[in-house]
């Protein structure tokens, strides 16, 4: 519970002597409301004591009772308007400590489960003819890989090449529906996505077609405008003065996208595309209503279903098979592996902006 | 980086055959954008007519097209709002947390906490809603009933798993928080410093500046980052299909029975699989009613974001 910036708050507030309500209390010293807040824990440990041990409760109860300490106690002492400003401190903290719950609880909960099956069996067997124990997810690992793998390829170079367009040639109102039809497709619901892809094989190849393909193009439909947003924010960073200097020297306009902007830009469209595949790796959706699944390991994307990771923990955990127990803990090992995944690429992209960025002194 | 040697003397600068290529790859991708948004909504509206067009009795359930998708959407919206209504509050607060009342030094940190929750796949977070938090909430909603079972929202019976729409509307609100609070975020720190340090020095405390300067400053991006935010929740699909318990029930504000209305999307990823021929159709114009829903949410709320900075006040 920090209340340490009261004194932004409070030293305006002592040097107004006409603010009436203000003018006869004393200020708080900086150690009351943790000293209240100390109090409520001890209070609460005694309720919960009294009504059995519950941690969640026992919390609760310091909140609240802290929260309303504090409160009536600034309330006595300093007036009404300290009081209330004392009373929002505490629960926007609170909001931020009820937002830390479930992060917490979801690693800890799928790093628990997951660690069961955490094993070089997980990495290295598929599914087929697996019944009951043993078996992994090098199948739908490979799956996943190469349908991302595919989606980098079609949404990268589109998603470039929109952003150059729209930084570097783009005006007049097809920059402006561009722009605009961007922010639209970024709202797509990724399952609507799945099913732009189904409609449009179907069209080609009949119904009840599933590919690998299928998959990539509909996170295509995901992933481009991720692309394009993040390419555009950081190809606008690049000084204008670069260009100039470029076309100065006689350079092509292509040359000098090609040779001077993107390579200052690089490290930030890495970035960028970096968060993208981390944006689509763990999408289930379209991949379940377009790949399908399937136990066998298939590396052909053109030829029938592949396992992907995400869809492969849905049904093993929603269909698990006899014993039930094997098929739910290969699910929440797979969701580990996509829990890794996703951090993973996370950081990766963090350690790119952070080594790879522009040398600021020219 | 800029290569001297490579410029060739150039005599005539419009006509190069590189930059036209070039610009026009460019163009042509940007065009290609718009080809892929046309192609999501013909492909759809060209696969749902047959379902447009059949007989009632053809469409699964039997009632006709209207009364399979109406309680899919009254589901969809319903749990939506309920997210909303969780979310904002929470969000706009971590926000307020984040840009005024964490310390400098590790602001910057907290907020990429809280944007990790947005890196979490949504197929996880039904794990999660379904292993931990519905479990835990059936005690809760045991002494809802009891104490506030009057209410039409909290009638019984219980269910025993906790697989519901209110846990839904809560996993949904998790799910929504990193968006609306970002662009929150985005908005306050926005909030030009004269402002804030005007209130101050006229003696306002921290939470009278923050509604007098802060809050009026940023209604509309609230308001915006929290319409992005419904956009999201309405077309989640993995948790719900995950945690929600699956029965039809048709048209119920009961939140905490085990019987729910499906939502849209998560009735497309439970049927989609096993459906042939008509019923794929069914399912897509369902998609196509979520493709518009999800449309006119996100388009209104570009447009109130958009508006903000016309009238700003910060110049």
């Known amino acids: ?362 | 980086m800029t290569s001297t040697t490579s410029a060739p003397p150039a005599q005539q600068p419009k006509s190069r055959p590189g930059d036209r290529i070039f610009a026009g790859t460019a163009k042509g991708a940007g065009i290609l954008i718009l080809v892929i948004l046309a192609g999501v909504a013909l492909f759809l509206i060209s696969e749902s007519v047959p379902a447009l067009t059949a007989s009632p009795d053809e469409i699964p359930g039997d009632g006709g097209l209207a009364s399979y998708i109406g309680p899919l959407i009254f589901g969809t919206l319903l749990s939506a709002m309920i997210a909303l209504l969780v979310a904002t509050p929470l969000a706009v607060a971590i926000a307020l947390f984040i840009t005024f009342y964490a310390p400098r030094k590790l602001a910057a940190g907290l907020g990429y906490v809280v944007d990790l929750l947005a890196a979490i796949p949504s197929i996880v977070y039904g794990f999660w809603g379904i292993a931990w938090l519905a479990p835990r909430l059936v005690p809760f909603y045991r002494w809802l009933e009891e104490n506030l079972g009057f209410i039409p929202f909290f009638t019984g019976p219980v269910s025993s798993s906790g697989r519901t729409m209110l846990t839904i509307g809560l996993v949904l609100a998790v799910m929504i928080l990193p968006i609306v609070s970002a662009i929150s975020r985005e908005v306050f720190s926005q909030v030009p410093t004269l402002h804030t340090e005007a209130a101050l020095a006229l003696g306002a405390t921290r939470w009278e500046m923050i509604k007098m300067a802060v809050i009026p400053y940023g209604k509309s991006g609230i308001i915006g980052g929290s319409m992005l935010g419904l956009g999201r929740a309405l077309g989640e699909t993995m948790a719900v299909a995950i945690i929600l318990s699956g029965s039809a029930a048709g048209i119920t504000w009961a939140l905490i029975t085990s019987a729910n209305p499906q939502t849209i999307a998560a009735n497309i990823a439970l049927q989609f699989p096993e459906e042939t021929g008509l019923g794929v159709n069914t399912l897509i114009a369902s998609g196509l009613a979520l493709f518009v829903i999800t449309l006119l949410v996100n388009m209104l709320a570009r447009w109130v974001v958009s508006r903000r900075a016309d009238f700003s006040g910060a110049n």
């Open chain 1, 1 to 362: 519970m920090s209340t340490s910036t009261q004194q932004s708050s409070a030293g305006p507030a002592t040097s107004a002597p006409s603010q009436g309500a203000l003018g006869g209390h004393e200020k708080q010293a900086p150690w009351v409301p943790w000293a209240v807040f100390g109090a409520a824990a001890a209070v609460a440990l005694a309720i919960s004591l009294l009504t059995g041990w519950n941690i969640v409760l026992f919390v609760i109860y310091t909140v609240v009772l802290g929260t309303l300490g504090t409160y009536l106690l600034s309330r006595v002492t300093e007036g009404s308007r300290k009081a209330t400003d004392r009373l929002i401190t505490c629960l926007v903290v609170s909001a931020f400590g009820i937002a830390m719950v479930p992060l917490v609880s979801l690693v800890y909960e799928v790093v628990r489960r997951g660690a069961e099956r955490f094993d070089a069996e997980f990495f290295t067997a598929s599914l087929q003819g697996v019944i009951g124990p043993g078996g992994g997810a090098y199948h739908a690992i490979m799956g996943t890989l190469i349908i991302t793998a595919l989606t980098t390829l079609i949404s990268v170079p589109i998603g470039l090449m929109t952003a150059i367009y729209l930084v570097e040639y783009g005006t007049g109102r097809l920059k402006r529906s561009i722009t605009f039809f961007i922010d639209v497709m970024t709202g797509i619901p990724s399952i609507v996505a799945g099913l732009f892809a189904y409609a449009l094989f179907v069209l080609i190849f009949g119904p009840g077609i599933r590919l690998g393909i299928m998959g990539a193009v509909a996170l295509s439909v995901l992933m481009i405008p991720v692309v394009v947003r993040s390419a555009e924010e950081v190809l606008k960073l690049v000084p204008n003065e670069l260009r100039e200097a470029a076309y100065a020297l006689g350079v092509p306009k292509w040359r000098t996208i090609l040779k001077v902007v993107i390579p200052t830009a690089i490290a930030g469209l890495a970035t960028g595309v970096t968060l993208a595949i981390a944006r689509v790796i763990g999408e289930t959706a379209p991949l379940l209503i377009t790949v399908g699944i399937t136990n066998a390991t298939n590396f052909n994307p053109f030829d029938g279903r592949m396992a992907t990771l995400p869809v492969y923990a849905y049904y093993q955990l929603t269909q698990p098979g006899v014993p039930p127990q094997e098929g739910i803990d290969r699910a929440w090992t797979a969701a580990l592996v996509l829990i890794i995944l996703v951090m993973g690429l996370n950081v990766v992209a963090r350690l790119i902006s952070r080594l790879f960025a522009p040398k600021t002194s020219r």
